[in-house]
């Protein structure tokens, strides 16, 4: 069993930002964020083609499980489908052509990387509030990647809040081979919380 270890993490300094954890509104409650175990690919694979069809909307996290604080923040999903973190697994054989479509229901604009001709964050597109975009890539060197969006003008890798959970893995199998392997990616959320221990400072808070 190969066990691949991917960091959609940011670095950022936290000084004098406060994360809010907020309860699901009254009335509909906002639809829970899923922990996603990357074991089960998104898309449909046909003819050597994978279709992907994501959107990224608001919905409830509890890191800390279901007694733990709600958060409301940013995710992606399948459509129609339940929000997760980290999104959904692309995956695909080696010479895959991938087509990703790409549904922006937040109420602002957000640029989306890890999609276009080469993997990482060297290019980006910017996807409006409301607006949908369509990515094509083939799949040609076998390895794990990720894709990943912002929403605020801060670098991807100091993303603070309420868009760092806007990321997911892009696996390259070789050929033929049946995936027998677990993919953990790790996010992060940033906050500062007297009521809640980081460990860090004298009193365990920051």
Known sequence: MRIALLSLIGSASVAGLVATHTNAPTGAPAAAIAANDNRVAAGKLSNGVLTVELEARVGAWQPDGPNGPSISTAAFAEVDKALQTPGPLIRAPQGTEIHARIHNT???????YGLGAVRGISDSIAIAAGATHDFSFTATTIGTYYYVARTDSFPVFARLAEDTQLGGVI??????????????????WFTIDPTRPSFVGANGTL
């Open 106 to 112: 937040l109420a602002k604009p957000m640029w989306m």
């Open 171 to 188: 696996v390259v199998d070789p050929p033929g081979v049946k995936p027998n392997d677990r993919i953990f990616a790790i996010t992060n």
